[in-house]
Structure formats: C-alpha cells, structure tokens
C-alpha cells in the first residue's frame, strides 16, 4: 500500500509541479475543437436560423429535435461536418505525440524545464513516438477486436442458460475485465513512452520491451494507481454533470460552456497523473544508475640510489 501511495503522491506532485502543461493542452484541446466544429455550426445554423423549432434546443435538449434537424434534405450530407470533426481529433492526436516527450522530461527533471529545453526533448522524440503510437495502435486495435469477440461469445452461451441473472452478472465482469485488461496495455505503452524520453532510448523497440517487462513485474501496483486515477476521473465527471444539471439553466448558454469547459480541463488532471506515475515509475524502478568510476592510482616504482651511494 506504501507503493502505491508512493507512486500516485510522486505522479501528482510532478503535475502539480507542472500544473501549466494541463493549460497548454486544455487550450489546444479547445482551439482544436472550435475548428472541428465550425461546420457543424455552419450545418444547422442555416436551419435553426429560420424556424421556431430552434426553441426546443434552446430551452432545453431535445434529441428528437436534433435526429430530425439531421435527417432534412437542406441540412446536408453528415460527412461535411463529421470530416473536419475527425481531421480536428487527428490533428489533436498528433500534437500530443510532438508534445508529450517534453512533458516527461519537465516531470522528471528537478527544476523548472527551460522552453527551449521542452521544445528540444518534443522535436528529438516525435519519430520516435509516432512509431510507438502505430505499434501501440496496431496491440490494442487487435487486443480490443480479440475481447470483444470472446466476451460475445461468453455472453451467447450465458444467455443460453436457464438462471436469468447469469447475462448480467456475466455482462458486467466481462466488461470489468475488459477494461482491466485495456488499463494494463495503456500502462505498458506510457512506460514505453517515458522510457524513450527519459533514456533518450532511440531503438524503440527496446523501450517497448521494457515496458512490458516492468508492467509484468509491476501489474498489482501500476494498475492500483492507475484504477484510483479513473476513479477520479469518473468522480470528476459525475460531479460536474451533476452540478450542471443542478446549477445551470437549460437556456443559460453561458453557464453551459463554463461548466463544459471546467469539466473538461478537470478531466485532462487525471491524465496527467497517469503520465505522472509512469515517470515516477521510470524513476524508481527503470532508471539505470550511473556508478561513479574512481581512478585506481598506479604503483610507484622505488626510487633507485644514486651511483654515489653505491
């Protein structure tokens, strides 16, 4: 339990430490969004515009009202709008890429990382990242598919059984352990993530092994942190739909994008942390200590007498 405490008081007091990387990417997140979704705006401002039914969107959530305002001719082919939205999270996928190597290495670095110093740690790793962020896509695309798969299969044979309550309860440990599974390859990528950083490992596939060694040897006590981190992150979340529900009245725009958007940069805190305790991690457990190497005098030979003294 020690460890485990260890490891999510060191992850936190590094983002808390760092806490202008959480601002950074909060204000790309939203600068990136505002893109992605101008056309989706520009879509339905040429209906909503123009009729009363506007109204029931504005007072209010309507689902009906938004599957309809889809579904006429004049508001266009969806694509238009869900192209750019994909372009945007894209986009959004790769900044993190270029940018999270200087993350790691202000997280373990002892004082506050110079810009130059982050913008130099983001351009040495990004071909380094990319290729991990492709085998990373390629292990948990097909681990994904392999679960998924198994658990419907589960589910058929429980839905065959006469007990009633045996689907859910299946159902519901299926997808417990899917997700537990899932949290055990994250782990293993964002190790192999501050590896290549930290070590300035270039041989990526190294780090990748790495990675998965210390997530074996380590599986209890990483997964502990990072549950208790999406545990938060739940909380947060809850919390902040509760609140908006609570507080925020269905026609106050306003109150609904300030809510939003403190949600959303309260959510980005337990990411952080997770990369906060991969690094913390690294730093107990990967770091390769460098032995300080003292010099070995050499003999001196005695001294030979004079030939006066022969």
């Not at 430490?17 to 997140?29: Q, S």
């Not at 599974?181 to 270039?202: G, T, Y």
Request: glycine fraction near 8%; charge should be positive.
């Amino acid at each position: 339990m020690s460890e485990n405490k260890g490891l999510l008081s060191g992850g936190l007091g590094m983002v808390l430490r760092n806490k202008r990387y959480i601002v950074w990417f909060y204000v790309l997140n939203i600068f990136l969004g505002l893109f992605g979704t101008v056309a989706f705006v520009n879509q339905a401002g040429t209906i909503l515009d123009r009729s009363l039914e506007s109204e029931r969107l504005l007072h209010g959530f309507s689902f009906g009202t938004l599957i309809e305002m889809v579904a006429r001719p004049e508001f266009g082919p969806t694509i238009a709008s869900r192209g750019p939205a994909l372009f945007f999270a894209l986009l959004f996928m790769v900044a993190t890429a270029l940018f999270l190597p200087g993350v790691f290495q202000g997280y373990a670095s002892t004082y506050r990382l110079p810009r130059e110093d982050f913008f130099r740690a983001c351009g040495r790793n990004l071909w380094r990242y990319i290729r991990l962020m492709i085998v990373a896509g390629i292990v948990m695309i097909v681990a994904t598919i392999v679960l998924f798969g198994i658990h419907g299969a589960v589910e058929k044979k429980a839905a065959e059984s006469t007990n009633e309550l045996l689907l859910p309860e299946v159902r519901l440990v299926g997808l417990a352990l899917i997700f537990l599974i899932m949290a055990a390859f994250r782990i293993w990528f964002d190790l192999a993530e501050a590896d290549i950083v930290l070590s300035d490992q270039r041989a990526v596939r190294k780090s990748i092994w790495a990675g998965l060694r210390h997530m074996l040897r380590s599986l209890i006590r990483l997964l502990a942190s990072y549950v208790v981190t999406t545990i938060v992150a739940a909380v947060v979340l809850v919390g902040g739909l509760w609140a908006w529900i609570r507080f925020v009245a269905p026609e106050s725009v306003l109150g609904a994008f300030v809510i939003s958007q403190l949600i959303l940069l309260f959510l980005l805190i337990p990411r952080f942390w997770q990369r906060g305790v991969a690094a913390t991690y690294w730093q107990q457990n990967m770091l390769v200590p460098v032995v300080a190497v003292s010099p070995v005098p050499l003999p001196v030979a005695p001294a030979s007498p004079a030939i006066g003294e022969v």
